[in-house]
Every structure is written in C-alpha cells, then in structure tokens.
C-alpha cells in the first residue's frame, strides 16, 4: 500500500526535474591559449551557437602539451551536452606523437566540422630576410641561430615548421609556447625571429606591418593578403596547408544531445556576423554536409592516416 502511493510521486519528481537542453551554459574548451586563432575561430562560433541554443556558450582555454591537456579534460567531462572541445588539425596528429594519450576515435562524440584556415610564414618586424627565397637562405645559413615559435608538437605552427624544415635546410631553435597567440606577443615584440601561424591570427598584424609575411600556405593568393605570394608560387608547394576545425563531445553524450549541437552549429556557420567576421580572416566555412558528425569522423580518419607518415620520425619538442 506505502509502495502503490510513494510511485507515482517519485515519477511526478523525475518529470518535474527533467530539464530541456540546454539549461545552462555549455563550455567549450578550447585546448590552446585565449588570443590565438583557435581561440578566435572558437569564440565566433560558440557565439551563434549559444544564440541559437538559447544558452551562452562559454569558451575555457585549457592549454599545454599541443592540446593534449585540453583533449584529456574533454574527453573526461561528464557526457552531459554541457561540456565540448573545439580543436584543429592537431586532433589528428596528436595519436602519433602522445600514443597512450587520448585517441580521439573513441574518445568523442562528432559534432562537425567548422572552418578551413590557410597559414602564413611570418617573421618579426626587422627579421632580415624580406621574401621567402631569401628566408629559406637566411634559415639554411644560420643553423640554430635563428628561433621559430610553434605551439607545441603536434599544432598547426609546429608542423607547418616541420614541412618548412623538411623542403630547406632550416634547422632554427624551436620555441613551444601553449599556443600562438602569446608567441605573437613575443614575434611583435621581437623576442622570437619566426613562425607560420593561421591567418586568423596574422591577418591584422600583417595589414598594419607590425609583423613581415614571406607566404601563404595555399596554392593561390588570398584575397584578404592579395600582396603575400603562395607557397605554390614561391616555390615551396609542399607547404599546401589549410587548418580545419572540428567540435566534439565527450564519448557517450546522448545522440539527441549531440544532433540538437549539430544542428546548432550549422546554424551558426550561416550567420551574417559569422560569415562577415570569417572573411576578414580569410576562414572558408565548410558545408552542411562537413559540419556533421558523419563529416568530422571521415575528415578525422583521413588525417589520422595522413599525419601518422608525415610524422613517424617525430616525437614531441
Ligand atoms: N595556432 C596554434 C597552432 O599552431 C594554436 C593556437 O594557439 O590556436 O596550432
């Protein structure tokens, strides 16, 4: 009899309680340091997300060991909606240089893929060499004279400097800093001599001459730096890199969760500001299609493959 009149009282609890998604901000990590161009391309999007969401979405800058710090963090969070990581390529380079740490591929849930960023070489103010002819001579000369800034094994920058390396003789000091936006501090202020970084965060500093740029790593010019010769032309098309960015889940979040963040995201990745904002910083938004889980887990696979041979010979520095 207690039994029959406590059960339905437990079920008006449960129904009670029972939120709608979300009920409360979400954190995104993003596994680099705040000011840099993950964190610009994280901060835009989480953004219209939120927006669309009816719910902020919170950026959190947990950085260190080229990203591993923030993808161990994502990958414990409890699988609830509320907590994300949004990271570039180094999600597929990490499985070769930190084996034993997370495996991105059972580790997540896929929300999509998000935007494709060119790189550029750049280098302080009064670095000597002025074009990238005269950088590739300049490096190859000066041994381990010269420094170049990279955020860690594993990151855009690092292995941007390790293709560098591979097609000149470059052998310079490497600096690993928890992410390019504080190596950018220390390029504007001349501590550090060069770097190859994305251009959403070079694009401002190279408009106003603060910083000089020798290439952009893409096959064509871009329009955004319409004087910066490609790789391509330079002579250096093995240098052809384009940054991509992915949002995931910690493994076991719901799949309604995860659709309801998805459909976000593509939502965002049609917004006006986030369109007009992405065009300054010459990052191409992917399709619909891309921005899915089904688009972020091919992409994801592919260059796993891809960077385990580039990067076989490499371990972390
Ligand atoms: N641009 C950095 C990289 O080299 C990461 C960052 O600070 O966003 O991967």
């Known amino acids: 009899m207690l039994i029959c009149s406590l059960l339905p009282l437990s079920f008006a609890v449960g129904h009670a309680t029972a939120q709608p998604y979300p009920s409360r901000p979400i954190t995104m990590i993003v596994p680099y340091a705040a000011g840099g161009p993950t964190d610009t391309v994280a901060r835009v999007v989480a953004d219209a997300m939120g927006r669309d969401l009816g719910q902020r979405m919170i950026v959190e800058n947990v950085a260190g060991a080229g990203g591993t710090i923030g993808s161990l963090r ?41 935007a494709d960023v060119p790189m550029t070489i750049v280098a302080r103010r009064s670095f000597q060499p002025n074009t990238l002819k005269e950088l590739i001579d300049y490096t190859a000369k000066q041994g381990s004279k010269i420094t170049y800034a990279h955020a860690g094994a594993g990151t855009a920058s690092h292995i941007c400097g390790v293709l560098f390396a591979s097609e000149t003789r470059a052998q310079p000091v490497t600096v690993p800093y928890k992410g390019t936006g504080p190596a950018m501090i ?50 250096l098309g093995n240098l052809e890199l384009s940054i991509w960015h992915g949002i995931y889940a910690p493994k076991g979040t719901p799949v309604e969760l995860t659709r309801k963040l998805t459909s976000a995201l593509q939502v965002a990745l049609k917004d006006e500001a986030v369109l007009d904002r992405f065009n300054q910083l010459s990052a191409i938004v992917v399709s619909n299609e891309e921005a899915s889980a089904a688009g972020l887990k091919a992409k994801l696979e592919a260059e796993i493959a891809r960077w385990k041979k580039v990067l076989a010979s490499e371990s972390p520095k």
Do not use: W
Request: aromatic fraction near 6%.
């Open 74 to 114: 994502a990958a414990k969070s409890e699988p609830n909606g509320y907590t994300l990581i949004l990271n570039h390529i180094g999600m597929a380079t990490a499985p070769t240089l930190y084996p034993g740490s997370v495996d991105p591929l059972t580790s997540f849930e896929y929300i999509g893929l998000v």
């Open 186 to 235: 220390d390029l504007l202020g001349e501590q550090v001599d060069f770097m190859c970084d994305q251009t959403t965060n070079t694009t401002n500093q190279i408009k106003s001459g603060e910083i000089k740029a020798y290439a952009v790593t893409t096959a064509q010019r871009i329009p955004a730096l319409a004087d910066i010769p490609s790789v391509k032309e330079a002579g």
